[in-house]
């Protein structure tokens, strides 16, 4: 790689930017219950020692070219760094947050794991001011950061560790964080293969790439003590301990009518269990759900669906908040460094959603509803110190990841704030209106406050954390089948009556069909947690 010189000018300050101050929760944090190895600020990866380094050096800060385009970002080295310790890699975060972040800094516990480099390859050159240098290791030796200057002298060698390939894996770009006029961006990284069963760590820190891609990929850290995850991750005392401190209170919007409910509270109100092939015979569900077939596929085979009187339907659609509880699924993430902590709400029922056509708005009929809706948030969690590190909020089919810096919490407390959207219950972190589709035709999802919410830690069950053996799984949780009839609608007579009644032009049903979600062309209940892709891997 040759060097590159990019002839981005830098703007200087005038103002404050919000990372210049760091970043604080609400209430200090509390000593966590006593456990093994959760939250004692080191994680030993096999022969390599780690811990997070979360206060820094500025090197040089750049007021535009951001992920916003108008705050720019700041690079950091992480300091002080532990004695015995060295340094892998460093920071770059956007300026319009807060100060809050980490890279690890590693320790060679049992001899070879780490190595200075031999030279360094010059990647990036801002403005005569800034400088961005690839290590180049020995052989046998990966990097995993970048070191930086403020000179275009080359850095010590020892100002940098390569780390042993054997305990490195493949990484790839997260989030977009700063760039130059000429096609160089700047990234957040993270091990490309992510799930319980993955041992890629991420570092932390940041890689470089162009249009061309002609940059190397940067290496992440692989946990090779996997075999030990329970002695990372939180017991049953810490992980009590971690949503009362952390989790959510969920507001539901003014207008909504389909609340969620308890597994119990829905089977004790006359869900039914039904058998493909005899139909005419279905069974009650126990209120535990032990009667539901267990494991198995989502084969068609068996689904559930409300009680056949119209009054009781109607009074189990709109669910029984009182007794709402949400079940807490525990899991290893990023090679056992973090626990996501998956927060899962059941809805007896989804309603109809609502478009946005241009100026007005516009009921969709049936289109959107089904039985049985499963809506979940994810706290991802440092094990090494127990701090929140980021929310996910699920949308439908996709999601959000949300920094901790971006969320919003109840007054005083840690506990953050989420949104359930009108009859479609997707999750946001703030209230208003999103759309699917675009500024002109859109399916609208409506969030705000109201009376009515759900404070998470009043009312959970830990149904699964695979590393601890005294957690029982309920029954219903290994049902694999549909927990809602599917019904297909003729989508083109749902709006031939929605044309017929308002009276909208005929080019812009079209283009309503073109951004309508497969989710809303029929009524197809939903598997459960347990079933979805995401039950053992990452966050789409």
């Given at each position: 790689m040759g060097n590159f010189l990019c002839c981005f000018t830098t703007t200087k300050e005038t103002k404050p930017f919000p990372i210049d101050t760091d970043f604080k929760f609400s209430s200090p944090l509390p000593s966590w219950p006593p456990g093994?190895?959760?939250?004692?600020?080191?994680?030993?990866?096999?022969?390599?020692?780690?811990?997070?380094?979360?206060?820094?050096?500025?090197?040089?800060?750049?007021?535009?070219?951001?992920?916003?385009?108008?705050?720019?970002?700041?690079?950091?080295?992480?300091?002080?760094?532990?004695?015995?310790?060295?340094?892998?890699?460093?920071?770059?975060?956007?300026?319009?947050?807060?100060?809050?972040?980490?890279?690890?800094?590693?320790?060679?516990?049992?001899?070879?794991?780490?190595?200075?480099?031999?030279?360094?390859?010059?990647?990036?050159?801002?403005?005569?001011?800034?400088?961005?240098?690839?290590?180049?290791?020995?052989?046998?030796?990966?990097?995993?950061?970048?070191?930086?200057?403020?000179?275009?002298?080359?850095?010590?060698?020892?100002?940098?560790?390569?780390?042993?390939?054997?305990?490195?894996?493949?990484?790839?770009?997260?989030?977009?964080?700063?760039?130059?006029?000429?096609?160089?961006?700047?990234?957040?990284?993270?091990?490309?293969?992510?799930?319980?069963?993955?041992?890629?760590?991420?570092?932390?820190?940041?890689?470089?790439?162009?249009?061309?891609?002609?940059?190397?990929?940067?290496?992440?850290?692989?946990?090779?003590?996997?075999?030990?995850?329970?002695?990372?991750?939180?017991?049953?005392?810490?992980?009590?301990?971690?949503?009362?401190?952390?989790?959510?209170?969920?507001?539901?919007?003014?207008?909504?009518?389909?609340?969620?409910?308890?597994?119990?509270?829905?089977?004790?109100?006359?869900?039914?269990?039904?058998?493909?092939?005899?139909?005419?015979?279905?069974?009650?569900?126990?209120?535990?759900?032990?009667?539901?077939?267990?494991?198995?596929?989502?084969?068609?085979?068996?689904?559930?669906?409300?009680?056949?009187?119209?009054?009781?339907?109607?009074?189990v659609k709109k669910g029984d908040l009182q007794s709402c509880e949400v079940y807490i699924h525990v899991k290893p993430m990023l090679g056992a460094t973090f626990s996501d902590i998956v927060i899962w709400v059941f809805y007896p029922f989804n309603g109809a959603s609502t478009a946005k056509l241009g100026l007005i708005d516009v009921p969709l009929g049936k289109i959107g509803e089904h039985i049985g809706d499963w809506e979940h948030m994810t706290m991802r969690i440092s094990n090494f110190n127990g701090v929140l590190h980021r929310v996910y909020f699920a949308q439908h089919s996709g999601g959000t990841w949300i920094d901790t810096t971006s969320l919003e919490f109840q007054s005083g407390t840690n506990n953050f704030i989420g949104y359930s959207s009108l009859h479609g219950h997707a999750t946001y972190h703030t209230p208003g209106v999103v759309l699917q589709g675009t500024d002109v035709v859109g399916i609208r999802n409506d969030t705000a406050k109201s009376d009515t919410f759900l404070d998470v830690g009043g009312s959970y069950s830990i149904i699964t954390a695979e590393y601890i053996d005294s957690i029982i799984e309920p029954p219903w949780l290994n049902y694999a089948r549909k927990w809602g009839p599917k019904i297909t609608y003729e989508i083109g007579v749902e709006l031939e009556k929605l044309k017929n009644s308002s009276g909208i032009l005929e080019s812009t049903i079209e283009s309503l069909l073109e951004i309508l979600p497969n989710e809303v062309y029929g009524e197809d209940g939903p598997t459960g947690p347990k079933v979805k892709d995401y039950w053992e891997g990452d966050e789409r």
């Amino acid at each position: 790689m040759g060097n590159f010189l990019c002839c981005f000018t830098t703007t200087k300050e005038t103002k404050p930017f919000p990372i210049d101050t760091d970043f604080k929760f609400s209430s200090p944090l509390p000593s966590w219950p006593p456990g093994e190895g959760f939250a004692n600020g080191t994680i030993d990866l096999g022969g390599l020692q780690v811990c997070q380094i979360t206060s820094f050096t500025k090197i040089w800060s750049s007021s535009d070219g951001g992920s916003d385009d108008i705050n720019g970002a700041t690079f950091f080295d992480p300091n002080p760094i532990p004695e015995g310790f060295s340094m892998l890699g460093c920071y770059c975060q956007s300026n319009a947050t807060p100060l809050f972040g980490w890279v690890l800094a590693g320790k060679d516990v049992s001899g070879g794991t780490l190595a200075s480099p031999v030279d360094y390859k010059l990647v990036l050159s801002v403005d005569n001011s800034f400088y961005i240098w690839l290590p180049t290791p020995p052989d046998g030796y990966n990097p995993v950061g970048y070191a930086i200057t403020s000179s275009s002298e080359k850095p010590p060698l020892d100002k940098i560790k390569c780390v042993r390939v054997d305990l490195t894996d493949e990484c790839e770009t997260d989030g977009f964080l700063w760039g130059t006029d000429d096609g160089v961006s700047v990234y957040s990284s993270r091990p490309k293969t992510r799930g319980t069963q993955a041992q890629g760590v991420c570092v932390g820190t940041f890689v470089v790439e162009d249009e061309n891609n002609s940059y190397p990929m940067l290496s992440c850290l692989k946990n090779n003590n996997f075999s030990m995850l329970s002695s990372f991750m939180p017991n049953l005392a810490q992980i009590k301990a971690l949503v009362q401190e952390y989790s959510p209170r969920l507001y539901f919007h003014p207008s909504e009518s389909y609340l969620p409910s308890s597994t119990t509270w829905y089977f004790s109100n006359g869900v039914l269990l039904y058998h493909a092939g005899d139909e005419s015979n279905p069974v009650p569900v126990e209120p535990t759900g032990s009667n539901l077939p267990q494991g198995g596929s989502n084969d068609g085979a068996y689904w559930l669906d409300l009680p056949i009187d119209e009054t009781e339907r109607e009074r189990v659609k709109k669910g029984d908040l009182q007794s709402c509880e949400v079940y807490i699924h525990v899991k290893p993430m990023l090679g056992a460094t973090f626990s996501d902590i998956v927060i899962w709400v059941f809805y007896p029922f989804n309603g109809a959603s609502t478009a946005k056509l241009g100026l007005i708005d516009v009921p969709l009929g049936k289109i959107g509803e089904h039985i049985g809706d499963w809506e979940h948030m994810t706290m991802r969690i440092s094990n090494f110190n127990g701090v929140l590190h980021r929310v996910y909020f699920a949308q439908h089919s996709g999601g959000t990841w949300i920094d901790t810096t971006s969320l919003e919490f109840q007054s005083g407390t840690n506990n953050f704030i989420g949104y359930s959207s009108l009859h479609g219950h997707a999750t946001y972190h703030t209230p208003g209106v999103v759309l699917q589709g675009t500024d002109v035709v859109g399916i609208r999802n409506d969030t705000a406050k109201s009376d009515t919410f759900l404070d998470v830690g009043g009312s959970y069950s830990i149904i699964t954390a695979e590393y601890i053996d005294s957690i029982i799984e309920p029954p219903w949780l290994n049902y694999a089948r549909k927990w809602g009839p599917k019904i297909t609608y003729e989508i083109g007579v749902e709006l031939e009556k929605l044309k017929n009644s308002s009276g909208i032009l005929e080019s812009t049903i079209e283009s309503l069909l073109e951004i309508l979600p497969n989710e809303v062309y029929g009524e197809d209940g939903p598997t459960g947690p347990k079933v979805k892709d995401y039950w053992e891997g990452d966050e789409r």
